[in-house]
């Protein structure tokens, strides 16, 4: 996979679900960017596991989880609240650090997906308590696209986050990652403008579909 992507594209492993000897064995070939979705799942992992891997956590995040994984993570993908970004900024504080995130944009039809809205995405920038903060740093944005056959309808999709990636970008030199596409449309991501895509079942073969 990695040498189907165009240079600049990093790889997000997703090995959630997967045991460490999966994850041990895509280490051996080079990689070191892994995607976790579940916090206990993640801290296993990480204690187990070299630690020159970096560690993103790719699922929706709890509150008051953040602090188990505030000291290894290297990138949260999925903020998509001035709540949960304040926990984070917490914890970081706590222990002297700054954690990179990426805000979530809401852009499938779907009901159930996480994420803002421009509108959310806007107001949350520019309050008083995001601006205080200092121990996080935004470093752009991360979506996920309606799980369909329909091509023309994700490509959309992905070319609107891609607007709303261009339009932060200008104002924010710091944003520079954009995380968009996964095994079924990381293509489509790709030519939309992607610079990070989050890869599981195309890599460590699919999981059981209880875990998903
Ligand atoms: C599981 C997951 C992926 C990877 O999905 P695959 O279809 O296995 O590539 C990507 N992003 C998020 C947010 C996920 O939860």
Same mark, same amino acid.
């Given at each position: &996979? #990695?040498?189907?992507? $165009?240079?600049g594209?990093?790889?997000?492993?997703?090995? #959630?679900?997967? $045991? %460490?000897?999966a994850?041990?064995e895509? @280490? /051996?070939?080079?990689?070191?960017?892994f995607?976790?979705n #579940?916090?206990?799942?993640m801290?296993?992992?990480?204690e187990?596991l $070299?630690?020159? &891997?970096?560690? =993103?956590?790719i699922g929706?995040?709890q509150?008051n989880?953040?602090k @188990?994984?505030a !000291?290894?993570?290297?990138? &949260?993908?999925?903020?998509?609240s001035?709540?949960?970004?304040?926990?984070?900024?917490?914890?970081?504080?706590?222990?002297?650090?700054?954690? !990179?995130c990426?805000l979530?944009l =809401?852009i499938?039809?779907?009901? %159930?997906?996480?994420?803002?809205d !421009?509108?959310?995405l806007?107001?949350l920038?520019?309050?008083p308590?995001?601006?205080a903060m200092e121990?996080?740093q935004? +470093?752009?944005?991360?979506?996920m696209?309606t799980h %369909?056959g329909?091509k023309?309808? &994700?490509?959309?999709e992905f070319? @609107?986050?891609k607007?709303?990636? *261009? %339009?932060?970008?200008?104002? /924010?030199?710091k944003?520079s990652?954009?995380s +968009?596409?996964m095994s079924?449309?990381y !293509?489509?991501a790709?030519e939309a403008?992607?610079t +990070?895509?989050?890869i599981g079942s *195309?890599?460590f073969?699919? /999981?059981? $579909?209880?875990?998903?």
């Amino acid at each position: &996979i #990695k040498s189907q992507l $165009p240079e600049g594209v990093v790889l997000v492993a997703v090995s #959630k679900t997967k $045991p %460490t000897s999966a994850i041990l064995e895509a @280490y /051996r070939a080079g990689q070191r960017v892994f995607g976790e979705n #579940k916090v206990q799942e993640m801290v296993q992992k990480w204690e187990e596991l $070299p630690k020159d &891997i970096q560690w =993103h956590m790719i699922g929706h995040l709890q509150r008051n989880k953040v602090k @188990y994984i505030a !000291p290894f993570v290297s990138l &949260i993908h999925g903020v998509d609240s001035l709540k949960l970004l304040k926990e984070i900024d917490r914890q970081a504080k706590a222990i002297g650090r700054t954690i !990179p995130c990426l805000l979530q944009l =809401h852009i499938a039809q779907e009901e %159930t997906k996480f994420g803002l809205d !421009p509108g959310e995405l806007g107001a949350l920038l520019e309050s008083p308590e995001f601006r205080a903060m200092e121990h996080v740093q935004i +470093m752009g944005l991360m979506g996920m696209a309606t799980h %369909t056959g329909d091509k023309t309808r &994700i490509r959309k999709e992905f070319e @609107y986050l891609k607007g709303q990636f *261009d %339009t932060l970008k200008k104002t /924010r030199p710091k944003i520079s990652i954009l995380s +968009m596409g996964m095994s079924s449309d990381y !293509p489509l991501a790709v030519e939309a403008g992607s610079t +990070m895509v989050r890869i599981g079942s *195309d890599i460590f073969g699919n /999981r059981e $579909p209880i875990h998903q």
